[in-house]
Protein backbone atom coordinates (compact mmCIF):
# COMPACT_ATOMS: atom_id res chain seq x y z
CA UNK A 1 0.00 0.00 0.00
CA UNK A 2 1.42 3.67 -0.77
CA UNK A 3 1.33 5.95 2.18
CA UNK A 4 0.70 9.73 1.95
CA UNK A 5 5.07 10.28 1.94
CA UNK A 6 4.98 8.23 -1.38
CA UNK A 7 2.31 10.23 -3.09
CA UNK A 8 3.75 13.67 -2.35
CA UNK A 9 7.05 12.39 -3.05
CA UNK A 10 4.88 11.55 -6.84
CA UNK A 11 3.34 15.10 -6.31
CA UNK A 12 7.23 16.85 -5.82
CA UNK A 13 8.58 15.11 -8.77
CA UNK A 14 5.92 16.70 -11.01
CA UNK A 15 6.81 20.23 -8.80
CA UNK A 16 10.28 20.00 -10.16
CA UNK A 17 8.98 18.94 -13.62
CA UNK A 18 7.10 22.36 -13.54
CA UNK A 19 10.24 24.16 -12.52
CA UNK A 20 12.38 23.27 -15.32
CA UNK A 21 9.91 24.28 -17.50
CA UNK A 22 9.96 27.98 -15.59
CA UNK A 23 6.45 27.56 -14.00
CA UNK A 24 5.78 27.84 -9.96
CA UNK A 25 7.00 24.70 -9.04
CA UNK A 26 3.53 23.07 -7.40
CA UNK A 27 2.92 19.19 -8.76
CA UNK A 28 0.11 17.47 -7.87
CA UNK A 29 -1.61 14.20 -8.03
CA UNK A 30 -5.30 12.43 -7.72
CA UNK A 31 -5.83 9.20 -6.31
CA UNK A 32 -8.76 6.72 -5.56
CA UNK A 33 -8.45 3.29 -4.45
CA UNK A 34 -4.97 3.42 -4.47
CA UNK A 35 -4.40 4.43 -8.21
CA UNK A 36 -3.06 7.70 -9.58
CA UNK A 37 -5.88 8.85 -11.65
CA UNK A 38 -4.91 12.34 -12.29
CA UNK A 39 -1.79 14.08 -12.09
CA UNK A 40 -0.62 17.89 -12.54
CA UNK A 41 1.90 20.61 -12.31
CA UNK A 42 1.59 24.11 -12.95
CA UNK A 43 1.51 25.39 -16.44
CA UNK A 44 -0.68 28.82 -15.96
CA UNK A 45 2.12 30.58 -18.03
CA UNK A 46 2.96 27.89 -20.63
CA UNK A 47 -0.97 27.58 -21.25
CA UNK A 48 -1.83 31.35 -21.01
CA UNK A 49 -4.14 29.89 -18.76
CA UNK A 50 -4.89 31.18 -15.13
CA UNK A 51 -7.01 28.50 -13.89
CA UNK A 52 -4.11 26.01 -14.58
CA UNK A 53 -2.80 25.29 -11.18
CA UNK A 54 -1.22 22.08 -10.82
CA UNK A 55 -4.44 20.92 -8.68
CA UNK A 56 -6.62 21.40 -11.78
CA UNK A 57 -4.73 20.19 -14.43
CA UNK A 58 -4.73 16.57 -12.05
CA UNK A 59 -8.62 17.07 -11.54
CA UNK A 60 -9.29 17.39 -15.06
CA UNK A 61 -7.20 14.26 -15.99
CA UNK A 62 -8.95 12.76 -13.33
CA UNK A 63 -12.54 13.66 -14.11
CA UNK A 64 -11.71 12.60 -17.64
CA UNK A 65 -10.05 8.95 -16.11
CA UNK A 66 -13.34 8.46 -14.41
CA UNK A 67 -15.62 9.96 -17.18
CA UNK A 68 -17.30 12.17 -14.30
CA UNK A 69 -16.32 15.67 -12.92
CA UNK A 70 -17.66 14.54 -9.56
CA UNK A 71 -14.20 12.87 -8.14
CA UNK A 72 -16.07 11.22 -4.85
CA UNK A 73 -14.09 9.11 -2.64
CA UNK A 74 -10.88 10.95 -4.05
CA UNK A 75 -8.20 12.09 -2.51
CA UNK A 76 -5.62 14.91 -3.91
CA UNK A 77 -2.14 15.39 -2.81
CA UNK A 78 -0.41 18.82 -3.82
CA UNK A 79 2.78 20.50 -2.89
CA UNK A 80 1.63 23.63 -1.60
CA UNK A 81 -1.76 24.53 0.24
CA UNK A 82 -4.77 25.34 -2.39
CA UNK A 83 -5.70 28.81 -3.09
CA UNK A 84 -9.37 29.82 -3.31
CA UNK A 85 -9.87 28.78 -6.68
CA UNK A 86 -8.68 25.31 -6.86
CA UNK A 87 -10.05 24.55 -2.75
CA UNK A 88 -13.73 25.54 -4.27
CA UNK A 89 -13.20 23.63 -7.41
CA UNK A 90 -11.89 20.14 -5.39
CA UNK A 91 -15.56 20.84 -3.13
CA UNK A 92 -17.41 21.31 -6.76
CA UNK A 93 -15.72 18.35 -7.30
CA UNK A 94 -16.32 16.58 -4.14
CA UNK A 95 -13.13 15.60 -3.40
CA UNK A 96 -13.02 13.50 -0.05
CA UNK A 97 -9.41 14.40 1.52
CA UNK A 98 -6.95 17.15 0.29
CA UNK A 99 -3.18 16.20 1.31
CA UNK A 100 -1.02 18.97 0.93
CA UNK A 101 2.87 19.50 1.47
CA UNK A 102 3.58 23.47 2.18
CA UNK A 103 1.38 25.71 3.99
CA UNK A 104 0.99 29.04 1.56
CA UNK A 105 1.01 31.98 4.23
CA UNK A 106 0.20 34.09 1.32
CA UNK A 107 -2.88 32.42 -0.64
CA UNK A 108 -3.68 29.11 1.35
CA UNK A 109 -6.97 28.53 1.64
CA UNK A 110 -7.19 25.92 3.76
CA UNK A 111 -5.95 27.28 7.18
CA UNK A 112 -3.32 29.52 6.84
CA UNK A 113 -5.19 32.48 5.14
CA UNK A 114 -9.11 31.51 4.98
CA UNK A 115 -10.25 28.40 5.31
CA UNK A 116 -12.89 27.62 2.68
CA UNK A 117 -12.80 23.57 3.62
CA UNK A 118 -14.36 24.10 7.44
CA UNK A 119 -16.70 27.06 5.86
CA UNK A 120 -19.99 26.05 7.51
CA UNK A 121 -22.04 27.69 4.37
CA UNK A 122 -20.78 25.58 2.10
CA UNK A 123 -22.60 22.16 1.44
CA UNK A 124 -18.88 20.11 0.92
CA UNK A 125 -16.31 19.48 3.55
CA UNK A 126 -13.13 17.94 2.11
CA UNK A 127 -11.07 16.44 4.96
CA UNK A 128 -7.64 17.81 5.10
CA UNK A 129 -4.29 17.20 6.05
CA UNK A 130 -1.53 19.43 6.06
CA UNK A 131 2.63 19.39 6.39
CA UNK A 132 3.35 16.27 4.80
CA UNK A 133 6.79 16.79 3.32
CA UNK A 134 6.52 20.29 4.20
CA UNK A 135 10.38 21.46 4.48
CA UNK A 136 10.53 19.75 1.08
CA UNK A 137 7.98 21.06 -0.64
CA UNK A 138 8.56 24.56 0.87
CA UNK A 139 12.20 24.50 -0.19
CA UNK A 140 11.66 23.58 -3.42
CA UNK A 141 9.33 27.11 -3.80
CA UNK A 142 12.30 28.85 -2.00
CA UNK A 143 15.10 27.59 -4.02
CA UNK A 144 12.96 28.52 -7.52
CA UNK A 145 12.32 31.77 -6.17
CA UNK A 146 15.75 32.22 -4.90
CA UNK A 147 16.74 31.38 -8.11
CA UNK A 148 14.61 33.34 -9.69
CA UNK A 149 15.49 36.83 -8.39
CA UNK A 150 19.23 35.86 -9.09
CA UNK A 151 18.83 35.18 -12.84
CA UNK A 152 17.36 38.66 -12.49
CA UNK A 153 19.95 40.56 -10.52
CA UNK A 154 22.37 39.10 -13.02
CA UNK A 155 20.95 40.58 -16.24
Same mark, same amino acid.
Given at each position: ?????????????? *?? &?? $???????? #? %???? +?? /??????????????????????????????????????????????????????? *?? &?? $???????? #? %???? +?? /????????????????????????????????????????????????
Amino acid at each position: MTTDLEYMQIALDL *AQ &QA $ASMGEVPV #G %AIVV +KD /GVIIGRGSNTPIGLHDPTAHAEIMAMREAATYLGNYRLVDCILYVTLEPCAMCSG *AM &QH $ARIAKLVY #G %ASDL +KT /GACGSVVNLMAEPKLNHHTQVLGGILAVECGAVLSDFFKQRRLNKNLL
